[in-house]
Structure formats: C-alpha cells, structure tokens
C-alpha cells in the first residue's frame, strides 16, 4: 500500500488550451512544480495555437459546478486558482464555489481578451467585478489590463500607481493586487505586489527578446500553490516570480508562434541552475524585493 503523503491540492478552473500554452495545462504544470496536486475544472474550449485565439466554447455552468461540487466533496483543496472562465454563467458558479469556501485563498488571473467580442468581454468583466471579486484574495493581472478595467475614468496623462490599482481593486473587496508588466526603464519592467495601503514587493525584469504566451496563467498558478502551503504572500510571490523568470528563460517555442514558458526547466537543469529557495541567482533584475507579509 502507498504510503499517505500530504501534498497540497489546489483547484484550478480555467479554459482548456489545445496549444498548451495556458489554460489547464499551463496551471497543472506550475501547480505540480511548486509540488502541488492539481484539480483542474475545465471551464470550455479555446480555439488557439501559438500565433492567435480564434475562439472560445463555454461549457454549461451546471458542467463547471458539477466538475467543482465532486472534487470539492472529495479532496480537501487548500487554494483556488481562476483563469478564462468564459461565460457570466460561469462567474456566478465560481462565485457560489468561493463564496462556499471562504477560509481558502484564491488567486484570479485576468487575461487580456482582444480575440473576443466587445460586448462579451464587458459583460463578462461586470458580473466578474459584482460577483466574483469580492471572494478574491490576490488579483493577477498586466498593467494595462487593469488600468482599463478598474479605473476606465483615469486619464493617460496620470497613469495610476500600483497602490491605486489595489485601491480600486479593495472597493471590491480583493486585498493584495500583483500588478505586472509594469513600463520600467530601458527593457526593462517591473512587478508590483500591493495593498491599499501599502507596497509589499516589487521586482524589475528584463523582457526577453522573444513574445511569449502564458506567462500570467504560469505565475498565478505558482503564486496558489505556494500559497496553499502556507508561505507568506510576499515569500511567496517572490518565489513565484523566481520560477516564472526561470520559465521563460529556457522558454519552448514548440509551433510557428509565440514561445510558451518550460514550466518543467527543472527536470532537464544542471542543478547549479536550479533554483529551489526563492532567491534569485544571476542578474538582479531576477528577484522580487519584498517586505514581509
């Protein structure tokens, strides 16, 4: 007989990538190199490949809720990880499956959508911001994605800290926002960790040459798992971003597109390369400086 070991579980419910550059696939692979057990709910079908989203089929809400309610009553899960969820049918669920679960953390990526309709996309980020929100412990997003969102009446010509993110984030009842993609000097930019009140961690990295896809599902993934061991969510996030910055660095690029992040670098690294602690080694511009949390 196996010998019982504790491994934490964490719920992923995301849109499956046939391309394998995020999605499901993207957050059972982080998942399982923070040493995580992955659950993962499928929230519907995108159509993509490494070049572009073409579109997107939305399972039922009553096919997510269903997938969610048996693993639930299963497996105890020690965090939630959200991604694409397709749908306000499928908000509502994750909404109910959070708001049922309120001593677990969740962690939501939110993705840029420029493949879909319009109307859908605003639709969809009104019931996410009503519903969903609320239930969300740390909101991952790019810079301008969540400018546009929770601030559409601020002008250019003030661009918005990352504590005003998280200021508008917390008038919908999310506490930490990691703002990412943050415009740095030269080729450079920076990641910020926030509050309301105050900056918990920032780090400044240096883009690589090449266009990648399915970096924010990578480090929202990492950042959960890590969390549902209990590190502290600056810890944390500095080794989340450690682990990303590793990922791409040894980046695949496995069709004609984008390159897609090596979540498993570390099964084919040299172990001097392997970093295993949440420091960064190398280039400064590899770690997060954090205060603790």
């Not at 939630?80 to 509502?92: A, D, Y």
């Not at 509050?195 to 920032?202: E, F, L, R």
Request: glycine letters at 8%.
């Amino acid at each position: 007989m196996a010998a019982t070991i504790d491994t934490a579980s964490i719920l992923c419910i995301n849109a499956n990538d046939p391309s394998g550059a995020g999605g499901t696939n993207a957050d059972a692979l982080a998942v399982a190199s923070m040493g995580g057990h992955p659950c993962t709910v499928v929230t519907g079908a995108l159509i993509r490949d490494t070049l572009d989203t073409i579109d997107f089929y939305a399972l039922s809400d009553d096919a997510v809720q269903q997938q969610a309610q048996t693993v639930l009553q299963d497996i105890p899960i020690r965090a939630i990880k959200l991604g694409f969820l397709g749908s306000i049918e499928n908000v509502r669920v994750c909404a109910e499956v959070t708001n049922d679960y309120p001593d677990v953390p969740v962690v939501a990526y939110v993705a840029g959508m420029a493949w879909w309709d319009s109307e859908l996309i605003d639709d969809y980020l009104d019931a996410y911001q009503e519903l969903l929100l609320p239930q969300v412990t740390v909101l991952v997003g790019a810079y301008g994605l969540l400018w546009r969102w929770l601030l559409p009446d601020r002008t250019s010509e003030h661009h918005p800290s990352p504590r005003d993110l998280a200021k508008a984030a917390a008038d919908h009842g999310v506490p930490f926002v990691l703002v990412t993609g943050i415009p740095a000097h030269d080729q450079h930019v920076e990641n910020v960790l926030a509050s309301a009140d105050t900056v918990y961690g920032s780090g400044e990295f240096e883009l690589f040459e090449t266009e990648y896809i399915g970096a924010g599902d990578t480090l929202s993934a990492a950042l959960t798992a890590l969390l549902a061991t209990e590190v502290p969510l600056s810890d944390a996030t500095a080794e989340a971003m450690t682990y990303l910055d590793k990922c791409l660095e040894g980046g695949l690029r496995p069709g004609m597109g984008k390159t897609v992040p090596d979540r498993l670098f570390w099964v084919h690294a040299d172990d001097e390369d392997v970093v295993d602690d949440g420091s960064a080694d190398g280039d400064e511009s590899d770690a997060l400086h954090t205060r603790p949390l």
